[in-house]
């Protein structure tokens, strides 16, 4: 019975593999919505993307590839069981579909959630892109974030596993700095905590923002990168080498005894 069993396993495999839909990139775009984020920055991070996926550049950029067609999930996160998914897996192949995915993102516009894990998002990204129904001649975390990991694993050992994975991370850091409270978790290199902790695999870049006034910009290109697999232009940022990896939880422990929890 064990023998037979196993035989009809390996003959259901392939046809379980079959049932995969063949896309071009396999795109997880995880969006921080951390307690730090101003609603209003919420708000500008979905109508953003939404602008993005509808462009004629990004909208040329599926069509230009292989097969024509990609596959995204759009989950926002922030601590380490804090992942929000907006748009499931969801394949676009014509302007239309990518609307649709547009007017989902604008519909309606939800509260910040607790602390910031990066690893967590990119563990649970990494888990989500393994358990979907395509299979992608690429697969790519794109990760934005205005402040550095400070709960759960470490950065860098999520990054790690996920690298193993063969996936490819690039990253969005939001260096759109304010005088709030939750200021005191920021800190002022974070393009350089980006290169150094977050990104990785083949191709990997990131595009760092400064001004809100520039983020719908900023993802169009981005975009446009991933879903062409162009060579992209590694944005270097100047830090101290060996770089602290850790400063974000650093930070943390320094000041939760005296300010309120973001």
């Known amino acids: 019975m064990r023998h037979l069993?196993?035989?009809?396993?390996?003959?259901?495999?392939p046809l379980a593999a079959q049932t995969r839909t063949e896309v071009d990139v396999e795109l997880f775009l995880a969006v921080d919505v951390s307690r730090s984020m101003q609603p209003f920055e919420l708000e500008i991070q979905r109508r953003g993307y939404a602008a993005a996926l509808s462009s004629a550049e990004v909208q040329a950029a599926i069509a230009r590839g292989p097969l024509g067609r990609i596959a995204i999930t759009y989950v926002e996160w922030a601590g380490v069981w804090d992942q929000r998914t907006i748009v499931p897996w969801t394949?676009?192949?014509?302007?239309?579909?990518?609307?649709?995915?547009?007017?989902?993102?604008?519909?309606?516009?939800?509260e910040g959630l607790r602390r910031t894990s990066i690893s967590a998002a990119l563990i649970h990204a990494a888990a989500s892109i393994e358990a979907n129904r395509f299979k992608g001649l690429r697969r790519v975390i794109d990760v934005s974030g205005d402040g550095p990991n400070n709960m759960g694993a470490g950065v860098t050992d999520a990054r790690d596993r996920v690298l193993a994975q063969g996936i490819t991370i690039n990253g969005l850091p939001l260096m759109t700095r304010d005088d709030s409270l939750f200021s005191r978790w920021d800190i002022p290199d974070l393009d350089a905590y980006y290169t150094a902790c977050v990104i990785g695999g083949t191709g990997a870049f990131m595009i760092p923002v400064t001004?809100?006034?520039e983020f719908e910009?900023?993802?169009?290109?981005?975009?446009?990168l991933e879903i062409s697999a162009l060579p992209a232009r590694l944005y270097r940022a100047q830090a101290t080498a060996p770089y602290n990896c850790r400063i974000g939880e650093d930070i943390w422990e320094r000041n939760r005894a005296i300010f309120a929890e973001p």
């Open 5 to 13: 069993t196993l035989i009809l396993l390996l003959l259901c495999a």
């Open 211 to 213: 001004n809100w006034a």
């Open 217 to 224: 910009d900023a993802v169009r290109r981005k975009l446009v």
């Open 91 to 110: 394949m676009i192949a014509t302007p239309q579909e990518a609307q649709e995915i547009a007017d989902t993102l604008t519909a309606q516009f939800d």
